[in-house]
């Protein structure tokens, strides 16, 4: 059965949400290689009883599972992936990378932490239903649902890739703001920070791709892309560890109070270890890592309603890279500011 049947089947999707909520899975959560899933899979932890809810080859994935059985707050284990899920709002805390052994291992081998939390603000609608759990080999898929609200976690146990996205979908069609923290390691280094990615600063305003004829004009097109700011993720330790935040119609929500160590014009208005954003009814943020989040792309398409996974770019568009130690100066700062009122 396919997973939009497995959905269907459940029965849990009032009618006004069944449109915005019923999406493929598009850009961020897509593009790790089968290279470095091998292996994968993920199990759901109640944390409080320690009990295993749904893993693969459990009869009960794709079903509509009682939330009493995930507690409060249930982990998703992988061989490569983890993070925890709050039932009441499918906020996602704790999320890492395991450090497990694969060809495309972006950590160096070490547990690496990445966001602490990212938090979505409903605005008074609750999750009440079941949780609709599915795991297919690395993929994963959790849905939970309330009068009004939806939310849906998508998720791949990969070492590197489009690993992640978060999707709400609300009755009334507005927006759903959502706060990324990352996390803080006791291990020295080890900590991510959001930066300016120098390599794309200084490349602004150029084509890039084999599509291009030109650097000054382009012409622009699928694989000829203009450079812009590029915000990425890194620490101190690993060389190949890289992410960023990957949006499909959410508008991230600009920090003015934040600039590079070095201030730089314009600034991305972005600080170094928070980032808010609004995200359509139907919109998605995803967590893109390794290669993909630092190659050249156009944005995604903008779709809240049976998307389509986009075109595979065989290697078409440039990839910057990033440098290693990031400099000082490229790096974003205060950690965390206020955020403007909605």
Request: hydrophobic residues 35%; aromatic residues 6%; positive net charge.
């Amino acid at each position: 059965m396919s997973r939009r049947a497995h959905i269907v089947r459940a029965g849990l999707i009032a009618p006004l949400l069944v449109a915005s909520v019923l999406v493929g899975t598009t850009g961020s959560a897509q593009g790790a290689s089968s290279n470095g899933c091998t292996d994968g899979g993920f199990r759901l932890v109640n944390q409080t009883t320690g009990a295993t809810v749904a893993t693969v080859g459990n009869d009960q994935v794709g079903t509509a599972i009682p939330a009493a059985q995930f507690g409060d707050r249930f982990a998703v284990r992988g061989r490569y992936a983890q993070f925890d899920v709050r039932s009441a709002d499918f906020a996602v805390l704790d999320q890492a990378f395991t450090g497990a052994a694969n060809p495309l291992d972006i950590t160096g081998g070490r547990f690496t932490p990445v966001f602490a939390s990212k938090v979505p603000d409903h605005r008074g609608l609750v999750l009440s239903s079941a949780i609709v759990v599915e795991i297919n080999g690395e993929d994963l898929v959790l849905q939970r649902t309330g009068t009004g609200l939806s939310m849906k976690i998508q998720a791949k146990d990969c070492a590197q890739g489009g690993i992640f996205q978060m999707e709400p979908a609300r009755s009334d069609g507005s927006a759903t703001r959502i706060t990324h923290l990352l996390a803080q390691s006791t291990t020295p280094g080890l900590t991510p920070f959001y930066f300016d990615n120098p390599n794309f600063r200084a490349r602004i305003g150029q084509f890039l791709g084999s599509g291009c004829t030109s650097v000054a004009t382009g012409p622009p097109g699928q694989f000829c892309v203009k450079v812009t700011p590029r915000v990425n993720i890194a620490n101190d330790v690993s060389a190949r560890f890289i992410a960023r935040d990957s949006a499909q119609v959410a508008t991230r929500v600009p920090q003015s109070e934040c600039n590079t160590t070095d201030p730089l014009v314009p600034s991305v208005r972005h600080c170094g270890g928070m980032s808010v954003w609004d995200v359509a009814s139907g919109g998605r943020m995803g967590f893109v890592t390794g290669e993909d989040s630092t190659e050249v792309a156009n944005p995604p398409t903008t779709c809240v309603s049976d998307c389509q996974a986009q075109n595979r770019v065989r290697g078409r568009l440039d990839n910057l890279g990033h440098p290693f130690p990031v400099p000082a100066g490229s790096r974003l700062t205060p950690r965390t500011a206020a955020v403007p009122a909605p």
